[in-house]
C-alpha cells in the first residue's frame, strides 16, 4: 500500500514538474515572439522613412534623413550667395 502511494507520489510531482517547464517554456517563446515582432516594425518603420524621407526643392536635396540622429536640415543652393 505504501510503495503504491509513493509511486503515484513520484508520477504526481513529475507531471507537475513536467507542466511548470512547459508552462515557462510557452510563456518564454511568446515573450520572445512579441519582442522580435516589435524589433521587425520598428526596423520596416525605420527602412521605410530612410527611403522616402527625402524633401527636394528644385531638385535640389534640402534635407535627408539619417538613422542615428533623425532629421537633418541643409541648406539650400539659393541660401548660399
Known sequence: MKNSFLSFLKLLTT???????AMLVLTFSMYVLVILGVIVVIFSIAWVCNIKFVITEDGVPVGTYKRSTGFVAKTSQKETV
Open 15 to 21: 507531471f507537475v514538474v513536467m507542466s511548470v517547464i
